[in-house]
């Protein structure tokens, strides 16, 4: 192989570049003849009627970690790599409003996953979280409660762009001697034909 880095190469070092790039490792030593073999095997889930969710995230909760992983979106599904050396979880929050819809399966393998979230309280939430590593719920408690104040925050801008839009049509209507606006920024100010033809 071609080594492009300085320093000792140990095996750790293939190991920990799989790690990162979640891709399968076949290492062979050249002079002992031992193998080292870790497989990353693609997994995927569909969620049900997800267009109706104002926000959805698909999580990866391996067994021997103390954290998680979120899957990414891959056309209509949420796909990522599974380590064969680990047992995994996986877990989907979604919203609709402040409504939080949930699942989640203790035991996946590589396959493909078509779901269904069902609707449920926040106490309801921690409860079901509470199963597992006590590091792993902490750290997504605190995701889901920043995701959520997120969706909160997602509404509000979209009720000031309405606001701001209905604003700039009623004002068009109410002087419409002040001519055409420009936006810019958050305000809309009346441009008058001469100014309109030198910026263009």
Do not use: H
Not at 26 to 33: H, S, V
Not at 72 to 81: L, P, Q, R, S, T
Not at 109 to 121: E, R
């Amino acid at each position: 192989i071609t080594l492009i880095t300085n320093g000792w190469k140990n095996v750790d070092a293939y190991v920990i570049e799989s790690l990162v790039n979640r891709e399968t490792l076949d290492y062979t030593d050249p002079k002992t003849g031992k193998k080292a073999v870790i497989k990353y095997e693609p997994i995927s889930v569909t969620v049900a009627d997800e267009t109706k969710y104002d926000r959805v995230f698909v999580y990866i909760l391996p067994d021997k970690l103390n954290s998680f992983m979120r899957m990414k979106k891959e056309g209509d599904k949420y796909a990522e790599k599974l380590n064969e050396l680990m047992s995994n979880s996986v877990i989907c929050l979604a919203y609709i409003g402040e409504q939080a819809y949930f699942y989640s399966d203790d035991d996946v393998t590589p396959k493909g996953y078509n779901i269904q979230l069902t609707k449920m309280s926040a106490a309801e939430l921690k409860g079901k979280l509470n199963r597992y590593d006590k590091k792993q719920t902490s750290n997504l408690l605190k995701e889901f409660d920043y995701q959520f104040v997120e969706v909160k925050e997602s509404k509000r801008q979209e009720f000031l762009t309405n606001r701001r839009q209905f604003r700039i049509e009623i004002e068009q209507v109410i002087f419409p001697c002040a001519g055409p606006y420009d936006v810019i920024g958050d305000v809309a100010r009346p441009v008058s034909p001469k100014m309109r033809e030198r910026s263009n």
